[in-house]
């Protein structure tokens, strides 16, 4: 059953055994192009309001980006980057009870915010660039090493896979012993399997239905599924905007039952965590009821 999953995620200082439920990592977009939130916490003001409400709402970590990682979005200048995320964790940092993350592949700006005291850093590129290993290394941060095919601005051009599972497993595999060899600790590293970076809808389907395949890998594995596309086409609604919480709860409720699925990176914090504390209720009440 799930609430027996109990992996450890060391990251600067704390640790967590994972059990009853995945942890819940809250987003905030300090960006103007997000494809859910877009514009809306941009301002450092807002940003900080958005991220004590997720705390207040039950959020294990906030998670920080200053540049847009949806479909087709351009990188983003690093000065830019540091302009909008640095105020917020100024404000946060030390401000509230959970750990921060930060969602960069820069190596500098990772630097920077660890220097405020960020905990994780959450690379969308894997952590293939050399000196953001040795950031990761240095300040003994936690990290999330996520699979994409391509970048951003081309991921979703023409995603091709010969088996999509085995793939990523590889590749999560192969940066794990290569990190690890760097000096990083086993234990600092989550992985993510990058639904909707450089994947079509059955390959994202392929990777939740089969989740189990990277349990294997003995690594807390971070789910970012919230809000996505491909639940509005596998429930035939077109677009983009109006995604609603449900279908993101009910692939992290899958996800959890397969023990694949270890951090939820969501909007949608409190609605998320109120169904995890029901499933959870119902589940020790089940088994207690079948117990011997």
Partial sequence: MATTQGLVWRVRGREWRITERPLLMGVVNVTPDSFSDGGQFLEADKAVAHALRLVEQGADILDIGGESTRPGAAPVALDDERRRVLPVLERLCGQVPIPISIDTYKAALAREALQMGVAIVNDVMGLRDPEMVEVVRQYQAGAIVM???GTPLTMQENPQYQDVVAEVKTFLQERLSSLQAAGIGREQLAIDPGIGFGKRL????????????????????CLGVSRKGFINRVAGEPGWSERGVGGTIGTLLFAWTQRACHIARVHDVGEVRRAFALFTRLEQLHAASHAC
């Avoid at 990777?207 to 990277?214: V, Y």
Wanted: hydrophobic share 45%; charged share 25%.
């Fill in 147 to 149: 699979h994409m095919q």
């Fill in 202 to 221: 059955e390959h994202n389907l392929r990777l939740l239905a089969e989740g189990r395949e990277l349990v294997a890998l003995g690594r807390p594995i």
